[in-house]
Structure formats: C-alpha cells, structure tokens
C-alpha cells in the first residue's frame, strides 16, 4: 500500500472509527490482524440515531506489500492467536478508540484507546501520566505503547517539493518521504506540470482512488495472469507506461470512496490469501503423504522392473536344460552358445553368461530357482502395488475432502492440529466443482444436510429450494464477501432444484443465504433449520445434466 493511499484511506477512516468499541483482537494467519470494531451509531440525515455496525480492521504487515482496509464481512481466524495477539488482547479489547493519528510517510496509524493504562503498565509515581496508544505499523505489525503527553504522536507535516525541486527529489528520494517508490516510478513519465499538477492534488488530499481489475472482454471481474497481482490500487491514474502490456484487459475504477475501494482490494490481495494458505496448511499432511506413497510406487516399479529380469532369465535355464548334454556336468565356463529355434522355426545360437563360481549345470538350477522367486515376487508386489493405489485414491478423496470442507474455523485449533486432522468428505454429502472453480456440497439425505452445513465455514452460502422439502446447497468461499459469479450460483441453484420438490418443474426459485445466517432447529428433524436472514432469491433454471456435469473428475467410489 502506498503511502499516499495510506493517507487517503486514514483520513476516511477517522471519522468512521473515532468512538468506535474495540472489541476482540484475531490473527486470521501470521502476519495478518483483525480487530473487531463496533462502530458508533452516526445520525441519519433524518435526524435519527443509525444503528449500531459491525466491522472489522485489517492489517496485514510486511515490508513488501502490506495492506490496510476496513471490512464488514468478518474474516475467518482458523489457527490460534500467538502470544503477541493474547497480549493485545489482554490490554487493549474492551476499550474504546478516543482518537486517530495518522503519520503517512512511515504508514503508521495510532489508536488512542481510552480508559485507564492498565496497572501493569502504569508509569511509577513520578514519571506523569500517560496515554495507551494501539500502534498500526504497515511494516512491523501492531503493537501498543505508552506515551506520555510529551511523546504522544503527532499527525505528519512533510515538506512537499515545488516544480523546480521535483527532480531532485526523485533523485534524493531519501530527504523527501512524500515522494514514494510508486510516485518516483510515475513522475519521470509525466510532464513537468503534469509533475506539479499530481504533487498538488496529492498534498491537498482531496483526489480519488484509483483501483485497476483484470477484466474480460466483457468488462466483468476475471482471474488475473499468474506473473500479475490480484489488482492494483493507486492514488493517481497510472500513466499508460506504467500499465503492463500483459495485462490489457484490465479497467479503471475510479472513486472518492477510499474504504470502499480499498475493501474490494483487501480481499483480493489479503483474504484471498489467507484463505489460500489455510488450505495449503491443511492440506500439507495429505500432500506429504502423497509424497511419500508416490516414492513408495517408484520403488516398487523398480522391484517389479528386477522382479521381471529374473522371470526372463527362465528362457536361459530352459535352454540350458536343452543343451546340457553338450558339457561334462562339472564344467565350468565362462559362457556358453547352445542352439535354440525361434518362433519361425529357424535354429539360432543363444550365448548365455555363466558364473565362474558355478557350474553349467549348478547355473542352470540357479537360474530356474531365480524364475521361481521371480514369480513369487511378482504376486507379492501386485497386491502391494493395489494396495498402495488404493492409499493414493484415498488421499486423493481426502484431499477434495479438504477442497469442499476446507479449514476448520475454530480459533480454538492451533496448526498442530490443522497439520494432523484429516477432514474426510462423509458419504451422505456430495462434492461438485463449478465451472468457476468453487466447491459445492450437497446433502443426500437430512443427515447429509446438517453435515454439509457442519463442514461450512461462516462466510459460505447455503442455498435450498423454496416452497417445499430438498436438498440444502452449500457454495464453498475462500474468504469473507468473495464475489460469487452468477454462472455458479446458477449451478448451485440448478443441484438444489434437481434434488427436491421442484425437480420435474422448468424454473425453481432458490432461496440464498450466509451459512452464518443458518441455525438448527433444537428438537426438530435433522436437516430443519431457521433462516435468520436471505442474502439473496433467484429463479434458476432446472437442469439435471448438472449432476454428470458437475461431478468432480475423479470421482469417489461409491
């Protein structure tokens, strides 16, 4: 995040999170910060008090590519939070933020938090009073400190370069924070009043944001090339230049709204992620395993591969045995020619080796004895072999397993017990793949339908038939608030449909929802649930080739 969109983002932030509650501290994974945040109710243009609103404070912290953004969809906090985060915890939740300090140039935010210093950290009788600050380091981290009134921060009053002054500040960037590595990439390929114009617009602050998407043809949200970030977020248009030419589909999207873009970019550069390396961890035990039966295969091919040799080796000893009146049964040679017929009939000469420490005749038995073993082996390694592609099928089912349950969303579970738990897709559940790449599930039966929704996180959409009995759907999310595409809610629509009451119909109205938005009935049938509140209602059409379509390419056994 450059500082510049830092600064742009912090400014819209103020007013937003002055007097909000600081409500829980999570680390969604490492490096990674979410505080919850209740936001203070704000007047409508009404007059009336608006409603108390949840939301969430992303950080995640590196010196290459941090990144900082407001949210309403609650990340998911999969592992348990590492000793610094219960610190923070410890002394910081439960306060609120009194005030909000921004110093751009170093990319930190300062949170006063209010409330009494807690006694631990009291300064000693003596030294004054003293605030506690909740530092928000884009390249350390979060962290708290205790200041004193003298040392409190102080919001950054950097010296801006006139016109004549830009190109020494591009040069001696280290004497002028505001000019920025992605400013000094720009710069030099803008005119010099162009060059003023940008640095003006930038030090009043008023300007927009300017967020870049890979797009189709069509202009619709696409994936972005594998050498290409997920998205680019500036706060000036790029110049043509500075736009790569592999990428030339992408568009423009420009706005005011700093959060709001800077949102849609969080969760393609963090949650998106995070929600990739949660299930690299959680696949990590399957794939070592996998790893390690792929060796075993190879070994075992290599036995088979001698195994046979020593099979061949039988034509040897039977025409040995032919010939074996043709030598003194001491005899002992280094080779010997004896003639065989081949398979037109015409005789040819065969040389066969012969072990100087044994006889023709002792050579002849070891090589039939060989063959023998040969054979045996070769029963043995044949069921070694079934049994060890039947451990790669079963990896291979837990790992889709793994596709369509993903992590668990307990914070409660540390990566011990992520690395160690195999998470088996049970067989009243099946697994879809949609032609967008997500992971659906659908119950078989009332049971299975409690237990696609068991295997769901949170942040997942759970969709079901209106009007009458059927399978409950569940669309599997990498993150919190990812985009869905309609092709896929449209499938997912189509396999709920194609199991309930509205199977034999042409168009099925399907209900949709936040998995978080599901709760169980205590007493009633498995599979009843209560639908606190519908995310989204679409009319599908009704398609049971899906079922074929859909299917994964490696199918389970049934």
Avoid at 124 to 143: T, Y
Avoid at 335 to 351: H, I, K, M, N, T
Avoid at 442 to 451: E, F, I, T, V
Wanted: proline residues 9%; aromatic residues 6%; glycine residues 6%.
């Amino acid at each position: 995040m450059d500082a510049h969109v830092f600064r742009a983002l912090c400014r819209a932030l103020t007013p937003r999170l002055t007097g909000a509650w600081l409500e829980k501290i999570q680390e969604p994974a490492p490096g990674v910060t979410s505080l919850a945040l209740s936001l203070p109710r704000r007047p409508s243009p009404s007059g009336d008090a608006g409603a108390s609103r949840k939301a969430w404070l992303v950080l995640r912290a590196e010196r290459k590519d941090p990144f900082l953004f407001l949210t309403t969809d609650k990340p998911a906090a999969p592992l348990s939070p590492s000793a610094p985060i219960m610190r923070l915890r410890k002394y910081a939740a439960g306060r609120r933020v009194v005030a909000l300090v921004s110093d751009f140039t170093e990319r930190r935010l300062w949170l006063l938090l209010g409330g009494e210093p807690p006694a631990e950290l009291a300064p000693r009788a003596g030294e004054g009073a003293a605030a506690l600050w909740l530092l928000l380091d884009l390249r350390e981290g979060p962290a708290l400190r205790l200041l004193g009134e003298d040392a409190c921060p102080r919001p950054a009053t950097p010296r801006w370069p006139d016109a004549p002054e830009i190109e020494d500040a591009c040069r001696e960037w280290r004497d002028w924070p505001v000019v920025t590595p992605a400013l000094r990439r720009a710069l030099p390929l803008m005119d010099v009043p162009d060059q003023a114009a940008l640095l003006e617009d930038l030090r009043l602050g008023d300007g927009d944001l300017f967020l870049y998407l890979p797009a189709d043809a069509s202009g619709a949200p696409c994936k972005a090339a594998p050498d290409a970030p997920a998205c680019l977020l500036s706060a000036w248009p790029l110049p043509p230049e500075r736009r790569p030419a592999l990428w030339p589909g992408w568009r423009e999207i420009a706005s005011d709204d700093a959060p709001a873009l800077a949102e849609r970019a969080g969760k393609l550069l963090v949650l998106a992620r995070v929600g990739r390396e949660t299930a690299a961890l959680a696949a990590a035990p399957l794939l070592r395993q996998e790893r390690r039966t792929a060796r075993l295969l190879e070994k075992l091919r290599e036995e088979e591969r001698r195994l046979r040799e020593m099979c061949e080796r039988q034509a040897d000893a039977e025409t040995l045995r032919a010939n074996l009146w043709r030598w003194p049964a001491d005899a002992r040679l280094p080779f010997v020619e004896a003639e065989e017929y081949g398979d037109d009939g015409a005789p040819r000469l065969r040389r066969i080796a012969i072990d100087p420490r044994r006889s023709v005749r002792e050579e002849m038995e070891a090589l039939f004895h060989a063959a023998r073993r040969g054979k045996r082996g070769l029963e043995h390694v044949a069921r070694r072999r079934r049994e060890l592609e039947a451990e790669m099928a079963r990896l291979e089912r837990e790992r889709r397993g793994v596709l369509a349950g993903g992590a668990p969303q307990s914070a409660s579970r540390t990566a011990d017990d992520l690395a160690g738990q195999e998470r088996r897709l049970p067989r009243n559940v099946q697994l879809f793949i949609s032609s967008d790449g997500f992971a659906l599930l659908r119950g078989r039966d009332a049971r299975g339908n409690g237990a696609a929704r068991r295997m769901a996180a949170p942040h997942d959409i759970w969709l079901h038939a209106d009007g009458g009995p059927g399978s409950h759907v569940i669309i599997r999310r990498a993150y919190a608030g990812q985009d869905v595409p309609e092709r896929t809610l449209d499938e997912a629509g189509g396999l709920a449909a194609c199991k309930s009451w509205l199977r034999d119909a042409a168009r099925a109205r399907i209900l949709y929802a936040e998995v978080r938005h599901i709760k169980p009935l205590r007493g009633a049938a498995p599979g009843t649930v209560r639908m606190d509140k519908i995310w989204l209602s679409r009319e599908v059409p009704v398609r049971p080739e899906l079922e074929t379509l859909l299917a994964p390419a490696e199918a389970a056994p049934e």
